[in-house]
């Protein structure tokens, strides 16, 4: 099955977006990061803990599928594999940024001044 980039389902949007390039501060500065812009927006660390719950949530929710699954419970089980797989992608997902992050903060470190 593939997917335009027009016609993504709809549970693609659980994940939001960082803030447009158009949303930043005078000076280049994400909202939130002490000018008075920022009063309106959230931080760059909101952002990720927001991110992180989220993840967090949909783990929960699929441990919780797979218990009721597991004790016999009234549960679809093509509901507890989807479950279960997007929990699955979205901790993928979340590593693969921790990755980029650290690989971004040890650049630079590595930076010859």
Same mark, same amino acid.
Request: net charge negative; proline share 6%.
């Given at each position: 099955?593939?997917?335009?980039?027009?016609?993504?389902?709809?549970?693609?949007?659980?994940?939001? /977006? *960082?803030?447009?390039?158009? !949303?930043? =501060? &005078?000076? %280049?500065? /994400? *909202?939130?990061?002490?000018? !008075?812009? =920022? &009063?309106? %927006?959230?931080?760059?660390?909101?952002?990720?803990?927001?991110?992180?719950?989220?993840?967090?949530?949909?783990?929960?929710?699929?441990?919780?599928?797979?218990?009721?699954?597991?004790?016999?419970?009234?549960?679809?089980?093509?509901?507890?594999?989807?479950?279960?797989?997007?929990?699955?992608?979205?901790?993928?997902?979340?590593?693969?940024?921790?990755?980029?992050?650290?690989?971004?903060?040890?650049?630079?470190?590595?930076?010859?001044?």
């Amino acid at each position: 099955m593939s997917f335009s980039i027009n016609n993504l389902p709809a549970g693609l949007g659980a994940i939001p /977006l *960082p803030p447009s390039p158009g !949303a930043l =501060g &005078a000076g %280049g500065n /994400l *909202p939130g990061a002490g000018d !008075a812009a =920022g &009063a309106q %927006g959230s931080s760059f660390q909101d952002f990720l803990l927001k991110s992180l719950d989220q993840v967090n949530s949909m783990q929960q929710e699929a441990n919780q599928a797979i218990e009721t699954m597991a004790v016999g419970g009234e549960v679809n089980p093509a509901e507890v594999l989807t479950a279960v797989q997007k929990a699955d992608l979205a901790f993928r997902l979340t590593m693969q940024i921790r990755n980029k992050l650290v690989q971004a903060y040890q650049d630079v470190q590595n930076i010859r001044i």
